[in-house]
């Protein structure tokens, strides 16, 4: 199947016939449409809000769906009707593939859908034309032009059509983003051969009429009486084309925050009052730090916030469309946080709605210093009949990134935030008390004890005075994988491989290398808990020499996984996360793994995603337990981490976890949760390196669910070491000085550090 989404990208799927195109999780099929006619006269950047702002009544209206497990992915829609696919995965001459299974077109007058035959059976997206005529385009990249009984037009393969390219000669399109009509002609909106945005012109019989070229990329815009658009993606150039000179005309431009795709979610038109609307995903609210998203709408110049997502209860939705309704209400489609698709019917209303479940509950805050998800704060809030949580992020309230940790520092301290997210800044905090011993969260959870997690967890999360200072519910785990007798926790190995052409490198450099290395070294080449240093010693200047010998022209690698495969590596950089990337680097050494670091002989826990501390001046410190309660609930976390992204925390899911590894065919686990056979083909390093990992035995299982379960902690370098280090390196590496040299000044530097870190 071939799925449109509003990043502009195509997703390739390799199966055993090739590449197909598949989809990114909640891509859609609906780009960009917008309105009208003063589109190119609005270049405000300021936003107000509404008179009206958020003065609606939310109902939500019944989807037909035939299957439990699937979910709703192509998507078209009018202000009359709209076509939905009902997709699944399935399992085809043992191959896990992705495919349609139901086409309904659904009218918003009668709230009701009626199943449609597809005239390309599988794997299709739909596009309406207006008139009544509708596009099918399927894998091949045909496009079909059907009447208004489905009946066949006429059909033509894009990829066969070519225009003189003014730059090389020829232009074919490669890659397929999005389709639109205006009733007279279909714009094919895509990117050719050489990467260059392409968008091809062709008439109702698919005759070709024109192509343009934008190194940037086009975005398809279709106006107010169903005219349609290009739009530059380098500038917002809006331009219109011109049947008769065959040409684009210029008609303005979009306005410069619109034009923000990493905000901007998508269009659609205007009605009496608006001349368009977009909507957003990532908004930053820069005054107080809560990351929103709003309907905006757009009139002569001016743009208004309609509603936003909090406010209409769809806050922790993925919005796939919104369209206007002719009694300037709206339809929203959406993806709900159980991967459910909703569709919302917002009508006007005297008095401003409230579906974000914020009231009565107290509201609470958790700082970060970056936009953060994995923690689950919506369903959290959804459920939650006593707590409230926002997020606030001071890396929008302060450009300056040391200027907004010192913020959010003071604020945890200050009591002024309930809850933080630690990216790396936990140090400060630890040593200045300002995170809460969660030793009385473990004495009174009735969820979750300490043996529920895996063995070196809570070392993760313990700081040198024995108290835990932060949970995390997922991490990605790290280490050097290899196959043959060679221990990286062991600096003296380093010299053995001296003069070898076997290496481990990558093309980035010897100083590179170096940092991946210092990076989970423990203790091992600068002790600050015993104040010893040992970068004079032989076993660290071996290391040097072979990093040094390694990052020749002689011994140069292109990727370490490619180079592996072809014989030319000894070991690869492994960094794994989720449990599957383990199957990956067993295929990938012959059933053989071994994984080692400097710090630790095995996998270390390498990051700690959503490691979320309780300040120790909040108020409301039994609301962040009960967020952890919530996350760490069986089913919960289950449901939450189990198969979409994570290596979890929780012991018993690797269980489950093996269960999945050794299915035969599709399953329900004990939690109701549909798992289809495991066989995915899993791709790795620069040169995408594809490995399939099928079925395995039980004993390759049990080592993958114990080799993860044991993984260790090691304590990354403080960067004030790692960089001294990286300096003097950087000199011997480049010959502007020697071992004996380097390694002395090294070992002068780091131990200035250390006296200013003693304390």
């Known amino acids: 199947m071939i799925y449109v989404n509003t990043d502009n990208e195509c997703i390739k799927k390799n199966n055993e016939e090739g590449s197909r195109l598949s989809m990114k999780k909640y891509s859609i099929s609906i780009l960009l449409c917008i309105a009208a006619t003063l589109l190119s006269a609005c270049s405000a950047k300021k936003i107000y809000e509404s008179e009206k702002m958020n003065a609606y009544e939310r109902t939500e209206c019944f989807l037909t769906m035939e299957y439990a497990d699937t979910r709703i992915d192509a998507l078209e829609s009018t202000d009359e009707k709209a076509l939905y696919c009902e997709s699944r995965f399935e399992d085809i001459d043992g191959i896990t593939t992705y495919v349609v299974k139901n086409t309904y077109e659904y009218d918003y007058e009668t709230g009701k859908a009626e199943k449609i035959e597809s005239f390309t059976a599988e794997n299709y997206s739909p596009f309406y034309v207006p008139g009544g005529k509708i596009l099918e385009l399927d894998i091949d990249k045909n496009l079909y032009v059907l009447d208004e009984q489905r009946q066949l037009i006429t ?77 530059d993606n380098k500038d917002g150039s809006l331009y219109g084309y011109k049947e008769e000179r065959n040409k684009l005309d210029k008609e303005g431009k979009l306005p410069k925050n619109v034009m923000d795709f990493s905000v901007t979610r998508g269009f659609c038109p205007g009605n009496a009052e608006y001349d368009y609307f977009y909507y957003t995903q990532g908004y930053k609210n820069e005054d107080s730090g809560i990351r929103e998203d709003y309907l905006i709408g757009v009139k002569g110049g001016r743009q208004e916030k309609i509603f ?79 707590y409230y949580f926002e997020m606030v992020v001071y890396g929008d309230m302060y450009e300056d990134r040391d200027i907004a940790i010192t913020h959010l520092f003071l604020d945890c301290q200050d009591g002024k935030l309930d809850g933080i997210l630690l990216d790396d800044i936990e140090d400060e905090l630890v040593k200045n008390d300002a995170l809460y011993d969660l030793e009385n969260y473990f004495a009174q959870s009735k969820v979750v004890s300490k043996d529920c997690f895996i063995t ?121 996360s989720e449990p599957s990337d383990y199957l990956y680097f067993n295929e990938l050494f012959h059933k053989n793994a071994v994984f080692s670091n400097v710090g630790a002989d095995g996998l270390i826990i390498g990051s700690r995603e959503g490691l979320l501390g309780v300040c120790s001046k909040s108020e409301n410190k039994e609301a962040l337990f009960a967020l952890y309660d919530f996350l760490y609930e069986p089913e919960n976390y289950h449901n939450f981490f189990s198969w979409g992204m994570i290596m979890p925390v929780i012991r018993e899911e690797y269980e489950l976890r093996k269960d999945y590894f050794l299915a035969t065919e599709a399953y329900e686990d004990k939690y109701g949760k549909y798992n289809r056979k495991y066989d995915f083909q899993i ?73 200013e870190n003693k304390d």
């Not at 080449?525 to 010998?549: G, P, W, Y």
């Not at 993984?711 to 020697?738: C, H, R, S, W």
Request: aromatic fraction near 12%.
């Open 683 to 755: 791709g790795m390093g620069a040169a995408e390196v594809i490995i399939p990992v099928g079925s395995i035995s039980e004993e390759e299982a049990e080592a993958a669910v114990t080799a993860l379960q044991e993984v260790k902690y090691v304590k990354p370098m403080k960067a004030a070491y790692e960089n001294i280090i990286l300096e003097e390196a950087e000199a011997y590496f480049t010959g502007n000085q020697d071992l004996d040299r380097t390694c002395d000044n090294m070992e002068n530097r780091l131990r200035l550090a250390l006296e």
């Open 456 to 576: 070196h967890y809570l070392e993760s999360v313990t700081d040198e005075k024995g108290r835990i200072y932060a949970l995390y519910p997922d991490f990605k785990a790290f280490g050097y994988a290899y196959d043959k007798e060679i221990d990286f926790s062991d600096l003296m190995q380093y010299e053995s491989l001296c003069g070898e052409s076997n290496s481990f490198l990558s093309t980035q450099g010897a100083g590179v290398d170096l940092a991946w290395l210092l990076e989970y070294s423990g203790n091992r080449i600068v002790d600050e808990e015993n104040k010893e240093i040992h970068v004079k010693e032989e076993a660290f200047r071996s290391m040097l020499q072979f990093l040094k010998i390694q990052s020749t022209d002689q011994h140069k690698n292109f990727d370490p996984v490619m180079q592996y495969c072809e014989g030319e590596s000894c070991a690869t950089r492994a960094y794994l």
């Open 308 to 386: 936003d997502f909090t406010a209409m209860g769809i806050a922790d939705c993925y919005v796939m469309n919104i369209t206007p309704d002719t009694q300037e209400g709206f339809y929203v489609w959406a993806i709900a946080s159980e991967e459910k698709t909703v569709l919302y019917h917002f009508t006007p209303s005297e008095t401003v709605g409230d579906y974000s479940g914020k009231a009565g509950k107290v509201c609470c805050k958790i700082g970060s210093l970056w936009p953060a998800s994995g923690l689950h704060i919506e369903e959290f809030n959804n459920q939650s009949e006593d």
């Open 155 to 231: 059909k033509v393969n894009l990829t066969e059509l070519t225009f003189p390219n003014q730059a090389s000669g020829k232009s074919s399109i490669n890659y397929i983003f999005d389709i639109k009509s205006d009733g007279n002609y279909v714009y094919v909106n895509g990117q050719n051969n050489d990467g260059q945005g392409i968008v091809l012109v062709l008439n109702l019989d698919l005759q070709g009429k024109a192509f343009f070229l934008a190194d940037s990329g086009w975005t398809l815009v279709p106006m107010r009486e169903n005219k349609v658009k290009l739009v």
